[in-house]
């Protein structure tokens, strides 16, 4: 598919594209990113995929930087074993913007099964001029068993 959306020449952005070298690509980058084996491929792909002073925003805090989302990844591991970062839908853009719909799944598959379903959530992401992912605001659609939103404000 080479679907390709208008510039907006109003907000000064680069026009979001759903080819493979536009949005669909970092969106990609992104979901690989959460999924990256080890430190170096996860350090690659923030170099390429987030902008310098990435935000992340979610119910557990503000994070600031790739530095903190890898942390953030590693202390989730930690604490989880093995986990992956699915995608339930196809994302959505529009102009500066992006929506992805996601999984985690917990666990290491076997012949049977995939996982257990840990979470599932909603990513909106807002791209910079230069194309990379300047923050993202996350959403849980269907928080983990025992979650409280509460303990984390």
Same mark, same amino acid.
């Given at each position: 598919?080479?679907?390709?959306?208008?510039?907006?020449?109003?907000?000064? @952005?680069?026009?979001?594209?759903?080819?493979?070298?536009?949005? $669909?690509? =970092?969106?990609?980058?992104? =979901?690989?990113?959460?999924?990256?084996?080890? $430190?170096?491929?996860? &350090?690659?792909?923030?170099?390429?995929?987030?902008?310098?002073?990435v935000e992340y925003h979610a119910e557990i805090g503000v994070l600031t930087g790739t530095q903190a989302l890898m942390d953030f990844r590693d202390q989730f591991l930690d604490h989880m074993g093995t986990a992956s970062l699915q995608l339930r839908a &196809?994302? &959505?853009? @529009?102009? %500066?913007?992006?929506?992805?719909?996601?999984?985690? #799944?917990?666990? $290491?598959?076997?012949?049977?099964?995939?996982?257990?379903?840990?979470?599932?959530?909603?990513? =909106?992401? #807002?791209?910079?001029?230069?194309?990379?992912?300047?923050? #993202?605001?996350?959403?849980?659609?269907?928080?983990? $068993?025992?979650? %409280?939103?509460?303990? @984390?404000?």
């Amino acid at each position: 598919m080479t679907e390709t959306i208008a510039p907006d020449e109003t907000s000064g @952005h680069p026009a979001p594209s759903t080819d493979a070298s536009g949005t $669909e690509a =970092v969106l990609d980058r992104y =979901v690989r990113f959460w999924n990256a084996d080890t $430190e170096a491929e996860q &350090r690659s792909l923030a170099a390429e995929t987030f902008a310098d002073r990435v935000e992340y925003h979610a119910e557990i805090g503000v994070l600031t930087g790739t530095q903190a989302l890898m942390d953030f990844r590693d202390q989730f591991l930690d604490h989880m074993g093995t986990a992956s970062l699915q995608l339930r839908a &196809r994302p &959505r853009f @529009h102009h %500066d913007r992006a929506r992805i719909q996601w999984e985690i #799944v917990t666990g $290491e598959p076997d012949g049977d099964s995939a996982g257990s379903s840990f979470a599932t959530g909603t990513d =909106v992401l #807002v791209l910079d001029g230069n194309g990379r992912i300047a923050s #993202v605001t996350t959403f849980l659609d269907r928080a983990p $068993e025992g979650f %409280d939103p509460a303990a @984390h404000h």
